[in-house]
């Protein structure tokens, strides 16, 4: 099952944000997946607050990114660090890395 979008939660005060964001936006080009930005502040709809629930995802830190796949269930969740190109890229096309095991 792969992914098709990448959610990506930030906040303004975020120092780890804009890299963030930058990122997921060219992982997202590359593969050829939709990127949708979160500003926790300010964005969180109550459509998207009901899947985090329905998913048992609460947001604690930013950046936090979330995989969603076809089925639109939330595949992955990294929170609070910056996830880079390669590693982005190995967690979308689900490949082991030597990092994680």
Not at 44 to 52: G, N
Request: aromatic share 6%; net charge negative; glycine share 2%.
């Amino acid at each position: 099952m792969g992914v098709k979008k990448l959610l990506v939660f930030t906040q303004k005060n975020c120092p780890k944000c804009p890299a963030m964001k930058e990122i997921a936006f060219e992982v997202g080009k590359k593969l050829k997946i939709s990127v949708q930005l979160v500003d926790i502040s300010n964005d969180m709809s109550e459509h998207l607050e009901f899947d985090l629930l329905q998913n048992q995802i609460y947001i604690s830190a930013t950046p936090s990114v979330i995989l969603v796949d076809e089925n639109d269930s939330m595949r992955e969740l990294v929170l609070g660090e910056i996830i880079y190109n390669d590693e982005l890229e190995r967690r979308i096309l689900n490949i082991k890395s030597d990092y994680y095991v």
